[in-house]
């Protein structure tokens, strides 16, 4: 059983910055992309950033220039590094990750969600 687990939100001030991590738990697997989506209130869930196994990066134009993506692929784990915090940031942020098993011949990734981690920010 493949699980996500996020960590690292919290409440910050405007300008502040905050370290989001999610790692992938379980055996027998392998990941291909992965990336953080965010939901504010009353909004549909947006792409914020992601990344491939080989480290090629995609931004949401809205965070370009404050967040970074990052992964340790050796530890399963992506980073999300939000720096000069908004108030337009304050959501539920999730991991994603497509994954697929190692019994499968076709090596079919499925997409795979995080609980996701409260992000807010005070002005």
Avoid: H
Wanted: with cysteine.
């Amino acid at each position: 059983q493949v699980q996500l687990v996020e960590s690292g939100g919290g409440l910050v001030q405007t300008g502040g910055s905050l370290r989001l991590s999610c790692t992938a738990s379980g055996s027998g697997f392998s990941i291909n992309a992965m990336g953080w989506y965010r939901q504010a209130p009353g909004k549909q869930r947006e792409l914020v950033a992601t990344i491939t196994s080989g480290g090629t990066t995609n931004y949401a134009d809205s965070v370009q220039g404050r967040f970074t993506i990052s992964r340790d692929n050796a530890k399963n784990t992506v980073y999300l590094q939000m720096n000069s915090l908004e108030a337009e940031d304050t959501a539920v942020y999730f991991c994603s990750a497509g994954i697929w098993k190692w019994g499968d011949p076709y090596r079919r990734a499925y997409d795979y969600w995080g609980q996701g981690t409260q992000v807010t920010v005070s002005s």
